[in-house]
T-cell receptor, first 114, second 115 residues
C-alpha cells in the first residue's frame, strides 16, 4: 500500500535560518511527488511538484525539493526562512498512471522564531 | 481565475444530526474531490468525481456519508447521522482531469465540530 512518512511533527527554526522538511514514501513505482502548504484556516496550496527529469525542483516562495530515488525521499528545503513561512507542510504522492489520487503524509508544523 | 469555493466555513452540530457541505470547483475542472482532514492528520480522500460520475468512493463511509455532483459542476457532501468522530475539516478540491500530472486545487474547507 502507498504511504507517506513525515517524521517531524513540529519543527522550529529561527527567521533567516535554513530549513529542511523530510518526506519518505513507500510506493510500487516512482510516483509523482508534491509538497503543499496549509496556513491556519485555509486550504492547501501547491508549492512544487516532481514528475520527471531534474531531481531538484524549484517551487513558489523560494522553496525547492530534491527527489532521491535510492532513499525514496523528497525533502523540502528553503535557504532562508521568513516569519510568513510558518504553516503546516504536507508531502503527497500520486500515481503515474491514470487516476490522480493523492496520498498525503501527516504533515509537519513549522514554527518560525523571530 | 476564481478558486474552489466552499460553504459554510464552519458548522457546529450535535451528534446524530445531519449536515451538508457545498463545493463549487474551478470553472472547467472535470474532476472533483472531497477530502476529510482530522486534526493532526493529512487529508484523506473520501470520494472522487469525474464530471457527474463517481470514480472512487472506496473510503466513503456509505452508511452515513453521501455525495453527489448532479450536473457535473457543483457538489454536495452530506453526513447523516453525524458521529463524534466526524469532527474534521472537509476539503473540496478540483483538477482539470484525472491525468496525474494535473494538480489539484483546494478550497478553504468547512470545519465541522460535533458536540
Amino acid at each position: 500500500a502507498q504511504s507517506v512518512t513525515q517524521p517531524d511533527i513540529h519543527i522550529t527554526v529561527s527567521e533567516g535560518a535554513s530549513l529542511e522538511l523530510r518526506c519518505n514514501y513507500s510506493y510500487g513505482a516512482t510516483p509523482y511527488l508534491f509538497w503543499y502548504v496549509q496556513s491556519p484556516g485555509q486550504g492547501l496550496q501547491l508549492l512544487l511538484k516532481y514528475f520527471s527529469g531534474d531531481t531538484l525542483v524549484q517551487g513558489i516562495k523560494g522553496f525547492e525539493a530534491e527527489f532521491k530515488r535510492s532513499q525514496s525521499s523528497f525533502n523540502l528545503r528553503k535557504p532562508s526562512v521568513h516569519w510568513s513561512d510558518a504553516a503546516e507542510y504536507f508531502c503527497a504522492v500520486g500515481p503515474r498512471e491514470y487516476g490522480n489520487k493523492l496520498v498525503f503524509g501527516a504533515g509537519t508544523i513549522l514554527r518560525v522564531k523571530s | 481565475e476564481a478558486g474552489v469555493a466552499q460553504s459554510p466555513r464552519y458548522k457546529i452540530i450535535e451528534k446524530r444530526q445531519s449536515v451538508a457541505f457545498w463545493c463549487n470547483p474551478i470553472s472547467g475542472h472535470a474532476t472533483l474531490y472531497w477530502y476529510q482532514q482530522i486534526l493532526g492528520q493529512g487529508p484523506k480522500l473520501l470520494i472522487q468525481f469525474q464530471n457527474n460520475g463517481v470514480v472512487d468512493d472506496s473510503q466513503l463511509p456509505k452508511d452515513r456519508f453521501s455525495a453527489e455532483r448532479l450536473k457535473g459542476v457543483d457538489s454536495t457532501l452530506k453526513i447523516q447521522p453525524a458521529k463524534l468522530e466526524d469532527s474534521a475539516v472537509y476539503l473540496c478540491a478540483s483538477s482539470l482531469g484525472q491525468i496525474s500530472n494535473q494538480p489539484q486545487h483546494f478550497g478553504d474547507g468547512t470545519r465541522l465540530s460535533i458536540l
